[in-house]
């Protein structure tokens, strides 16, 4: 599914379909609502995963991690990285992410859908 394609559903959980256009999304939908005697109909445009890397998380359990290996002179390791320098570790981590799952085909298949609208 391609950001910002439309979809439609019947439980506004579940959603399917891959249409360019609002009105073919509803077009498709209504053809298997009446078909299959369902009680609503919702459409919505999907919206790409977006994943990435926790640089507090990642930054706080490395410090956890050198206190568990070296007790109390390591209590205040990285407790004042600056901002933006967590920042640019941020982006090169989220750089390495995306080229790992790149490489071995671990992008997401799957889609988050917004804009999602009641039909009938």
Known sequence: MSEGKWCYSFNEENFEGDFDTRDDA?????YY??????SELYVGQAQEVSLGVNIDFIVEQLGEDAYEQCGEVAEDYLCNVKSEHREILED???DVLQK????????????????????K
Do not use: A, H, R, S
């Open 26 to 30: 509803i077009g498709e939908g209504l």
């Open 33 to 38: 609502y009446e078909e299959d005697n369902q």
């Open 92 to 94: 090169k981590m989220n």
């Open 100 to 119: 790992w799952m790149d490489e071995f085909k671990y992008n997401p298949t799957f889609y988050t859908v917004g804009n999602v609208e009641k039909v």
